[in-house]
């Protein structure tokens, strides 16, 4: 007769000799009525010719054994409930195909750690000719074979299953296969555990893994920065998974906030995921596809889609140092509520995000231990959510973001937005549908705004270069009080708003020395270089179409804040060109109306010099702030160039009031937190921070109150609970302590167990 099996992903065809049953059962009477049994209870030995398969370092012949009812104790050991690799394995001298035609149905664990030297050489392969069905039974695949493989067999888990270890594979394997596996997991209430958690290398291929699990705490500031229950954990080497089907469902959450899922999470290094879809849906809070938290992965060609009430991400790299990772080729799909969280933040997805927490804001340098040369290549990333990203990048170096194409629909979508330094924007196909063109209030670390590319903190080298960017409501690219972007021979289409792209400054950073030239830039309102809106010392040029329009006076700046002296300023151009030798006349300002005037109540004349003309430090009051606040330009007129008066043109007036945010803190009795708080303002402020528990100031060890003065707008307090502290739900108030604002609070909830 003819048997075809898989050792090593080859199909081999031999010849068997049939024997009789009566070998290897000689104290049994077997009849002619018993001829399907002797089939079943075949063993064969492929001796060495030419048609043996043999292991790579030596001779290994290997046998075919139809395991049954019959003879399945002669190859494992049964104790209780539990079996473990029997005489039959340890024994042979050759690599093994143990095809498992019966299971015993009282079994709960299925162990296979045996080790010894002899298996090094040889391998094991655990099949079933008929998808064998098994039912709450943990499986533990520990053998030191050169290969340990595990196929065709389905493994359901029920309520009835009331262990939190379902499928491990450990670090005592040299390569475990798991190879046409089911793994389904049905329970209700996991919120521990690990579906398949892989601590050995392991390659998962075609297999179905689904799971439902409890979304639970987590905190990226103080911890746990993992949930404690999720689908695979791969925490070894080398690992792959290929064409699977992952599906992650949340069963509900834990009570508090913040509660979060991950699909897949990558500990260790060179994992590859390729050709999976990996579906994570029903959560309420931050759900995570795959999280990487390490070096040298390749994830490439998976269809990945990811839905939360909250938060969803595709793919993540975050934490400190990671670098060497490739994302290519994804197809993602992310969405989330257009509305809030239970805690109060809104709505958001990512596609891809990259997230350096050794990175804490401000002017960023690329110095210091940040992720370094990581990609995201040609992914096509899709979505929905009041706030979207398609791409974040938040403090990485040498990040390479091409050929991605970006289709996302939302109150303020990003296509691609990016901190960092030595960071290339190229060949991506971006397409913007949002809602307005204003920034929204956001817990992310880069603003909710409607644009295709964005840009913050950056003055290292960052290149946009032969994008395609389509935004409705929205601008094209926002350079934000970054410097020394190159803005090349993009193709920009905006709907609905004035200019295509905009260069801001802040007191970080002065927005200067950004190149834009050779884009082709069309507006609702302007085309070329015209629908740029940037300050002095950047160069724009030779964009295209050039506007025909003859001499125009534009409003440089549109977006105030209350309380705050800015700049108020205005340029002349000529078609596309500022008109640089203007060096005559005076330009007045309106506002919404009425012409400004100094503290002695005279109009403000502001002289032109090389086309523009400024008012520095002029205090924004509140009878800037109304409904359709506008601002216009006007020109007296000179020998070089006649009056002329600007469009009334929309601004944005923005509240300067700070506010300080503190942070949840899970600790337990008698242990050292940090207690963190946040003041978010225009301007760096000056004051300092205390915390209350329950109403009393935090102080230290001799009695004296804690004052944290504020750095960046931060505070990080290291304080030990006292020993008569004990378990429960506290109040932290973090206190902000001003003369410029006088005092702030907020509340946050400390939880000692």
């Not at 991605?404 to 030595?422: D, F, L, V, W």
Request: hydrophobic share 35%.
């Amino acid at each position: 007769m003819s048997v075809s099996y898989a050792v090593d992903d080859s199909q081999t065809q031999v010849n068997i000799e049939e024997q009789s049953a009566q070998e290897e059962y000689v104290d049994e009477a077997i009849d002619s009525t018993r001829d399907i049994l002797d089939l079943e209870n075949t063993v064969t030995t492929i001796e060495d010719s030419s048609k043996t398969l043999k292991s790579e370092e030596e001779s290994v012949p290997v046998e075919y054994v139809n395991i049954t009812q019959r003879n399945y104790k002669n190859y494992f050991s049964v104790m209780g409930k539990q079996m473990f690799i029997g005489n039959g394995i340890i024994n042979s001298n050759n690599s093994l195909v143990l095809n498992m035609q019966y299971f015993p149905n009282d079994i709960n664990i299925l162990s296979l750690d045996e080790n010894s030297g002899k298996f090094l050489n040889r391998t094991l392969t655990i099949t079933s000719d008929r998808n064998l069905a098994l039912t709450n039974v943990e499986v533990y695949l520990a053998s030191n074979f050169k290969t340990l493989t595990l196929e065709n067999f389905n493994v359901t888990y029920t309520n009835e299953y009331m262990d939190n270890d379902y499928f491990t594979i450990s670090d005592n394997v040299q390569h475990c296969v798991l190879r046409n596996v089911s793994i389904d997991m049905d329970k209700d209430g996991v919120a521990s555990g690990y579906l398949v958690n892989i601590l050995g290398n392991t390659l998962i291929e075609n297999s179905f893994i689904r799971g439902r699990f409890v979304e639970t705490f987590i905190d990226w500031e103080t911890g746990p920065k993992t949930p404690d229950a999720y689908g695979i954990r791969v925490y070894a080497r080398d690992c792959v998974l290929r064409n699977n089907t992952i599906e992650i469902i949340s069963s509900g959450h834990i009570v508090g906030t913040h509660y979060s899922l991950f699909g897949i999470y990558l500990m260790n290094y060179n994992t590859t995921l390729t050709n999976n879809t990996i579906f994570m849906h029903n959560a309420t809070g931050y759900a995570y596809g795959i999280m990487v938290r390490s070096s040298n992965n390749t994830i490439s060609h998976n269809n990945i889609s990811i839905s939360s009430q909250t938060y969803s991400a595709g793919v993540d790299l975050e934490m400190v140092r990671f670098q060497n990772n490739m994302v290519n080729n994804n197809h993602v799909n992310v969405t989330a509520s257009y509305g809030k969280a239970p805690w109060g933040n809104a709505g958001v997805a990512y596609g891809l995000e990259m997230l350096d927490f050794s990175y804490g804001g401000g002017a960023y340098s690329s110095s210091g231990e940040h992720p370094y040369n990581n990609s995201f290549v040609n992914n096509t990333i899709v979505g929905s959510a009041g706030q979207i990203y398609g791409i974040e990048i938040y403090g990485t170096s040498d990040t390479n973001l091409s050929g991605n194409t970006i289709n996302i629909t939302g109150r303020t979508p990003m296509g691609i937005g990016a901190i960092g330094s030595n960071i290339t924007i190229a060949d991506n196909h971006i397409i913007n549908n949002g809602t307005h063109n204003h920034t929204e209030g956001t817990a992310d670390y880069l603003e909710a705004i409607n644009t295709g590319l964005y840009t913050l903190f950056t003055s290292e080298v960052i290149v946009m270069k032969n994008n395609t960017i389509t935004s409705i409501n929205g601008r094209g690219i926002l350079i934000k009080s970054s410097n020394n972007a190159n803005i090349v021979d993009n193709t920009i289409n905006v709907v609905g708003h004035d200019y295509a792209v905009e260069v801001t400054n802040s007191s970080n950073l002065n927005g200067i020395n950004n190149k834009i030239e050779n884009n082709t830039l069309i507006t609702t309102k302007h085309t070329g270089s015209r629908a740029v809106l940037a300050p002095k010392n950047n160069t724009v040029q030779n964009n295209i179409p050039v506007e025909i329009t003859g001499y125009t006076l534009e409003i440089d700046i549109t977006d105030f804040s209350l309380g705050l002296n800015q700049t108020v300023s205005s340029t002349l151009y000529y078609n596309d060109e500022v008109v640089r030798n203007v060096n005559k006349g005076k330009i007045t300002f309106k506002v919404n109306g009425k012409t400004l005037k100094d503290s002695n109540s005279k109009v403000i004349y502001a002289n032109v010099v090389n086309g523009t003309a400024s008012i520095e430090n002029y205090t924004i009051t509140e009878s800037w702030n109304i409904p359709n606040a506008t601002i216009q330009a006007l020109y007296s007129g000179s020998s070089d160039c006649d009056k002329i008066s600007s469009e009334k043109v929309s601004i944005n007036i923005f509240s300067n009031n700070p506010s300080i945010a503190g942070y949840d803190v899970r600790t337990t009795v008698g242990s050292t937190v940090t207690l963190t708080a946040q003041v978010y303002a225009s301007l760096p402020v000056n004051g300092k921070v205390v915390f209350k528990i329950n109403g009393k100031t935090v102080k230290d060890a001799n009695g004296k109150v804690i004052y944290a003065k504020l750095i960046n707008n931060q505070v990080s307090v290291e304080y030990t609970l006292p020993a008569d502290m004990k378990t429960g739900v506290y109040n932290i108030t973090a206190v902000l302590i001003s003369s410029e604002y006088g005092r702030l609070e907020n509340v946050k909830t400390l939880t000692v167990e």
